[in-house]
């Protein structure tokens, strides 16, 4: 059920859906109320009377009776139940210019989820490995072969299978399990990546056991590593999981990993806990499937090239050493019991290849899952994590890069940075004319800090109202006591201190403002490097991928502002989710995968971009919000005109 | 040097080198003179006079003055440093007879060793584990290929090497091993069976190592493991050693420790026992030859069927349940150390294929070893020790089977039979007249038993003069003490209580006979079932190979009067020793015997006697002395028509 809500004197409606606060319709169309305290009503900022139609709840001490009987309501408390009407009060005359300002209403980008039923229709959906139901002649005095002969000979004439391998632990097993059911069996094969290869027997069960062959992917992210159980019979998530990896005790990012597991028994320590954290995730979404663990035929896993051979116990060492060499890209087909996985000891575990030291598993699973290696169109996947990959091309080429961003996005190097958890300020308006804030947080609680979504919004607001300049720096006349030096930095006080859950005031400092540009600035002219070095142009880019959990809150519109983003037509802009899971949980499901992963791999060109002669200029001209050669953003130029000629 | 020994009044001239007993000289010579101690000069029975020339030696108390004033001396105590004439004194009437007699000398098979050096000449030398001496480019910041691609594409450029793995273990050590010695490396490749399949790269190594590249060829006998270090770069043995299999002490052969591995954790016990086994003798060849555990890259195994599944620890519970199914014929390369080998981690073990429970892979490797796959003549192939395999066939076809000979030939079975040890009787023969016995040996000591060499050269005097008829029953009124009835049963007494180590008279019984015949039977009849069964008859084979210890020893005339080898020009028989050895040690010198036994084993018919109709008459037909068609001998039919005419 959704709702029409129209503001007033703004004239701005928009359509919500059932149960959605006032405060975030507000902040949806664009419409600017003063608010502080995140959402949780304390401040009683954010004042509205209901004209027409009514909401439930929005009453609190902050609001006397006189206030109710004329419609006063806390826009923070107010849920939306029916169509309304809502004046928000014009409190001074500066407060009225505001009312000219276009409104953009926030936009983020579609999430697409990949079409797996389709995968089935194509005849794709051919996972790696595969159970085969066989009722096999039984040995007599006149046939009298092997055990390994009956069962490879039966598979060739009956099923169409040649160049088999028996393993010697199905060699082990197969005198008695063969004879446990009167030579019925369920042989598992674990496939070739290329057709006409040699596809190995792994499993042997007696009786028939078709109906249960699973899959685990695995996502073994630097912060949070997600499970998927895969039904590999429907190709269903029959359940899923996550948690924290294990090693984060032993530093945040993969520079600290690395550096720790250079100290005495650190990499058998990181080791051990990140398998630990792993082998928590899959009892957990065995269990709740019921699925039991030798059931799991295979295990499909992807990460960044350090939690990829911290995992293998191959040494990092050299990762983060000039110039940058990863021990390998392609990792043959392993046990999984040998690299200490709680699954049968028959699972495989397939490993995604690695580009370079900075460009991972995660983004090869990503690029895989995306499908962009197969688009005619011209694509840019984008991952912005603790750090930033991106891959460029399409169907005929590929290239990519690591960014060297920076954790700003994650918060980092910004002084009230912060994860996106509970009382990060996800949302931000600020009044043109009190140059008030309207902050939104996680949970609408009192404000900790500022996530990166947040900070995107938050610094385009202040760009566009001109509170910073096109440098990030302050306008240092706008008569506000928001905005002050303290220690020779001039800052913004986004939340008083007693509007925060820290006790301190919560700043956005020049400081953090410029960490910011470099990160943006960072990805941005990468992007243009890639594609200059291909002899393209970043307005060719006809669709982008977004991947990682910030993809799904950037503001896009926003992001073009700042310049993050190429200007594009943000239906053009898909969020993907996490793509490195995606990625994981396409190649359990079909072995198409493993095959198109090799030509990718052959196809990418991996830049390294301190050593592309191009890059450090395209760098210092995205230094600029949102770029040197405003050009690039014609509709952040438009709209930056409009605003000067309105003020 | 060798020297003419004429015996009188025989005038029968022998050659024979400098240092040969007379005895034996006599035997070889096929003169015989009395003896029954076995040659350690305690019966004094076998007195000659030296009449020409002078012997060393051959003086003992046995003699007195006047004896050796006329030249006697013992002939199984004399030493031949020169020409010489030799009277063997004729005691009796009867003895002259024996002198009408054309003797046959004794004549074992030419023994055969394979021509390794001629692999050398035909480009064949190419071991399946390969060393290659790599300068790598360092990386650089224009050049930060991964470690692994860089290994890789250097091969491809410069070594026009195609489709590599590289191993996970490979992977942990190739960082630090890279960077050790400035990308100079030594990389181990193990070359697929197929040309064009992957190699994998299965060890790196700081520095050039090209020179010490090892391989270890290894039979796993029943009774004796036999083991040798080669070195792969020369093709050269470079140490030898074989040690008793440890499983002995759980039974003799091979059915008794299939019972054995059945009870509580036997299986178990008799893996740990063959691999400590087989690590002691890993332990002396490398220790002699002074070569380090991990520069052994390959080991080559070959045993029977139950011998291979003992140690790949598959269960052999089948291969004595009717219908005998072996659980596996091609075993998959294993890594030596995860079958408990001390050996490098990184060391590959080769495991020859078993053809079905009783033909196995130390057959399949005597033929790869001997050649007979890729010949044009018609070969017959024999392996005869606790049990008998015969393979026969050329480049064009393969048959084989196991025959149900039993140990006889092994001394298995007969009342006085023995393994062919020190007081074991191997020479023999019968007075003509006197009907008494000429025992040697081994070692010249008493008496302990008769080896099966020995059996074969007894059951054959004692047909030739008439002691047994062609059903092998004693000729009841000879009027000699030695052939007498005990118990109701006939024997002929070898050697009295006095002339013997063992307190007892040894003495050769029908039964014994009759288990003789019967083993004899079984392999010629094998034979003849397997050749009928392609549409072939025995005559036709053109050359025989004789596998196995007991081959060496072998009188061949005998063995054909016996009836065990069809008759033919004893030049056509070779011995070709320990062929599971053999066939080990090529497997570890040339690839091409791995890409070889593919189609050996598809070409390779098995054929279970039992089940095959035509044997059973086959077998009843030869269990006479030498066959109930004599015209299958017509060599034998021949003297025995001329002994006739002459007595």
Redesign the interface.
């Known amino acids: 059920m959704n709702y029409n809500v129209l503001f007033l004197p703004h004239n701005q409606t928009i359509t919500v859906p059932d149960g959605e606060t006032l405060i975030r319709a507000a902040m949806e169309a664009g419409v600017h109320i003063n608010a502080s305290c995140g959402g949780e009503g304390v401040c009683g900022k954010c004042r509205v009377i209901i004209e027409e139609g009514s909401v439930e709840e929005g009453i609190t001490e902050k609001l006397n009776k006189d206030d109710l009987k004329k419609g006063y309501r806390l826009a923070c408390k107010s849920v939306i139940r029916s169509d309304i009407t809502v004046r928000v009060p014009v409190e001074s005359e500066v407060d009225a210019s505001a009312l000219k300002m276009k409104p953009t209403a926030r936009c983020t980008a579609r999430i697409v989820q990949p079409d797996f039923e389709s995968l089935k229709d194509k005849g794709l959906f051919t996972p790696p490995v595969e159970k085969k139901y066989l009722e096999l002649p039984k040995?007599?005095?006149?046939?009298?072969?092997?055990?390994?002969?009956?069962l490879v000979s039966f598979l060739k004439i009956n099923h169409d299978e040649h160049r088999l391998?028996?393993?010697?632990p199905v060699?082990?097993m197969?005198?008695?399990i063969l004879?446990e059911k009167d030579f019925k069996i369920t042989a598992t094969l674990a496939r070739p990546v290329q057709a006409g290869r040699k596809s190995y027997i792994i499993r042997i069960e007696p009786g028939d056991t078709t109906d249960r062959n699973y899959a685990i992917a695995m996502d073994i992210g630097t912060t949070t590593i997600y499970g998927q159980l895969i039904d590999l019979k429907t190709g269903e998530v029959l359940s899923e999981a996550a948690d924290f990896n294990g090693q984060i005790s032993y530093g945040e990012d993969v520079i600290s990993r690395i550096v720790f597991a250079e100290k005495g028994d650190g990499m058998a320590k990181l080791h051990e806990v990140v398998v630990s954290t792993m082998n928590k995730i899959i009892e957990k979404i065995l269990r709740r499937a019921k699925v039991k663990k030798d059931e799991a035929s295979t295990i499909t896993l992807s990460g960044n090239t350090t939690m990829t051979q911290l995992f293998?116990?191959?040494?990092p060492?050299?990762i983060r050493r000039?110039?940058?060499?990863?021990?390998?890209?392609?990792?043959?087909p392993?046990h999984a019991r040998s690299l200490g996985l709680e699954l049968g000891d028959h699972t495989e575990a397939l490993v995604y290849p690695?580009i370079?030291?900075y460009v991972g598993g995660d983004i090869v699973a990503g690029v895989m899952g995306s499908g962009m290696y197969r688009a005619e169109a011209l694509t840019l996947f984008m991952d912005i994590g603790t750090n930033a990959e991106i891959v460029i091309g399409n169907k005929d080429w590929l290239a990519c890069a690591a960014c060297s961003a920076g954790p700003a996005f994650e918060g980092g190097g910004i002084s009230f940075g912060m994860r996106a958890a509970r009382g990060a300020i996800e949302d931000f308006s600020i009044h043109p004319g009190t140059l008030e804030p309207m902050n939104i947080t996680i949970g609408n609680v009192l404000a900790k800090g500022i996530c990166g979504s947040g900070l995107i919004i938050m610094v385009a607001k202040m760009f566009e109202t001109g509170v910073i300049d096109n440098q990030g720096k302050f306008n240092r006349n706008l008569g506000t006591n928001r905005i002050r030096e303290t220690e020779d930095i001039w800052e913004y006080v986004v939340a008083w201190e007693e509007e925060t859950q820290i006790g301190r005031d919560i700043v956005l400092t020049e400081v953090d403002i410029e960490n910011f540009i470099r990160a943006k600035a960072a990805i941005y002219s990468g992007c243009q490097t890639l594609l200059a070095e291909v002899g393209l142009e970043i307005g060719m880019i006809e669709r982008i991928f977004l991947a990682g959990g910030f993809g799904s809150y950037v503001d896009l519109e926003k992001a073009m502002t700042i310049g993050l983003l190429p200007e594009m037509d943000t239906e053009k802009i898909s969020f993907i989710g996490n793509s490195s899971l995606l990625g994981a949980r396409m190649s359990a499901m079909t072995n198409r995968i493993r095959q198109d992963v090799g030509d990718v791999m052959r196809k990418m060109t991996n830049f390294?971009l301190?050593?592309t002669p191009s890059y450090m200029d395209n760098y210092v001209a995205s230094l600029f919000l949102p770029h040197t050669d405003i050009d690039l953003f014609p509709k952040v130029k438009a709209r930056l005109k409009n605003c000067d000629m309105k003020q």
Chains 1, 2 share one sequence.
């Open positions: 040995p007599s005095a006149t046939d009298n072969l092997p055990d390994t002969t009956r391998v028996v393993s010697l060699i082990r197969l005198p008695e004879r293998l116990q191959v040494n060492k050299y000039s110039p940058y060499v990863p021990a390998a890209t392609i990792y043959p392993l690695q370079s030291s390294e301190s050593e």
